[in-house]
């Protein structure tokens, strides 16, 4: 399983908000981009959606910012990653319909001909329930427990 980029900037930012800022600042989509050396116009896009899924909240005006709407302790990982990832098709095949038998030319094409009876669908679909579940276990929290560390290399 991998990850997109929109899922690691969102991660990515919600770590720093985590450590960053001191209490009661503001950070800004500038300073995480700078500090990541990644596309501002990203990770605006990756903040909004953020917002939406009320993890960060935005304060607007002079001196405005953004921040964790929420305890780090209680940003689930899986949960997170559910929200913003835009499908788990990990094989082609997860997010199709098998076209009928008797439409051999598009079947070959588009579906895999094997489909009806693969058992290798059952394999990848225990493991990303198992990649789900270990992110499952992990709160934001969690990663960042080593906060000045990190505080100190995104700064």
Excluded: W
Excluded at 35 to 55: C, E, F
Excluded at 71 to 84: F, K, S, Y
């Amino acid at each position: 399983m991998r990850l997109t980029t929109y899922s690691d900037f969102a991660l990515r930012t919600l770590m720093y908000l985590a450590v960053v800022p001191a209490d009661g600042m503001l950070a800004n989509i500038s300073d995480i981009a700078g500090s990541y050396h990644i596309s501002k116009s990203h990770l605006t896009k990756v903040v909004h959606q953020l917002g939406k899924l009320g993890y960060i909240e935005s304060i607007r005006g002079k001196g405005g910012g953004i921040r964790l709407a929420k305890a780090p302790e209680d940003i689930n990982l899986g949960v997170l990653i559910r929200q913003i990832e835009p499908d788990f098709e990990l094989v082609e095949c997860f997010g199709q319909s098998v076209p009928p038998k008797s439409d051999l030319i598009y079947q070959e094409v588009v579906g895999c001909v094997i489909s009806p009876e693969c058992q290798l669908k059952r394999v990848f679909s225990e493991a990303l329930k198992a990649f789900i579940g270990v992110l499952d276990q992990y709160s934001l929290a969690d990663i960042v427990r080593n906060d000045a560390k990190l505080a100190a290399l995104l700064a």
